[in-house]
């Protein structure tokens, strides 16, 4: 676990089975996809980089989560000119949702901010409806 090669183990072996729908990331719009078409009798293969983010005192605490980067990824990215970057992003089974999600800045109009979170959901059920519709 852990090491990104999902549950074979190793990257060398091959996918033989066919999917109708493969989604990329159990986050917010991921999981809810998942969840939505979880009942529509097809194949669906959900991916996720991540590993599931240890149970631990310091999940609950904002300052290693949002002060640290405590489960913030190592990660190193490239922008267009070539220079390096850290890119903020968490992966565990969850997305960025397991870290940002609980809070709900819809109830706070006057910050004048919209909960990504919960906006990927709507959109994940949209699309739900329209996979569902696409593929009979």
Known sequence: M?????????????????????????GAGGGTLAHALAGSGKSILLLERGDFLS????????????????????????DDTGKPFQPQVHY??????????????????????VNPALTAMANALRVGEHVRERLG
């Open 92 to 113: 565990f089974v969850g997305g960025a949702t397991k870290m940002y999600g609980v809070v709900d800045t819809s109830f706070f109009p006057s910050i004048g901010a």
């Open 55 to 78: 149970r631990e005192m310091d999940n609950w605490d904002p300052r290693p989560v949002f002060v640290d980067g405590k489960y913030i990824s190592k990660d190193t990215w490239f």
């Open 2 to 26: 852990g090491d990104g090669l999902g549950p074979f183990g190793g990257d060398s072996a091959t996918m033989t089975e066919r999917y109708d729908v493969i989604i990329i990331g159990s």
